[in-house]
């Protein structure tokens, strides 16, 4: 079952595509969960950067927390569902700006809700995630074709339009039922 689905976004038809929101109910708490990249790297805070390690016993990843967008026909669709992604302990969120003319991904003190709960969607910090077979990609809405990506292990993760190659953009996201 989809997290999106427990999460009280409504489908206007059971066949229509699971991907694509119609409308939302209220969103008490946001949907937690880990993230690892093909690699079996496991997303980990450090400092206040979000970097990739090896999955291992002594390593403890970040707990991703991941709300829709309460507004998704303001936003382009066919992309994706438009996702706020961010993690707890401390709740901080993933933001996309432009720093000297390039996306990047930033990690922001924000508490989820409080985004999710704004008026209209708030584009920086949303992403287009979609899922092909058992991985997700998370494109940037403010900046469409970028995507969240990861590279070599003790590097963090950041924004690339590059899909394939050298940088890993496909993760695996698994939301607690």
Not at 20 to 26: A, F, Y
Not at 27 to 54: C, M, Y
Not at 132 to 146: D, L, M
Request: charged residues 20%.
């Amino acid at each position: 079952m989809s997290f999106l689905k427990d999460s009280g976004v409504k489908m206007e038809s059971e066949d229509q595509e699971r991907d694509e929101p119609r409308c939302c109910s209220e969103v008490n708490k946001p949907h937690t969960g880990e993230v690892s990249d093909l690699n079996q790297q496991v997303w980990i805070l450090q400092g206040q950067t979000i970097v990739t390690v090896p999955r291992s016993n002594s390593v403890t990843p970040v707990t991703v927390t991941v709300v829709p967008c309460k507004y998704p026909e303001l936003l382009e669709q066919g992309r994706g569902v438009p996702i706020y992604l961010g993690i707890e302990n401390p709740d901080m969120c993933l933001s996309c700006e432009n720093i000297e003319g390039q996306p990047t991904l930033q990690l922001k003190e924000e508490e989820i809700l409080n985004l999710y709960n704004e008026v209209e969607p708030v584009e920086p910090f949303l992403f287009y995630h979609s899922k092909n077979g058992r991985t997700s990609t998370f494109e940037s809405v403010a900046f469409p074709g970028w995507f969240i990506a990861s590279s070599d292990r003790g590097h963090p993760i950041f924004l690339t339009s590059h899909q394939g190659g050298v940088y890993n953009v496909n993760f695996n996201l698994n939301i607690n039922a």
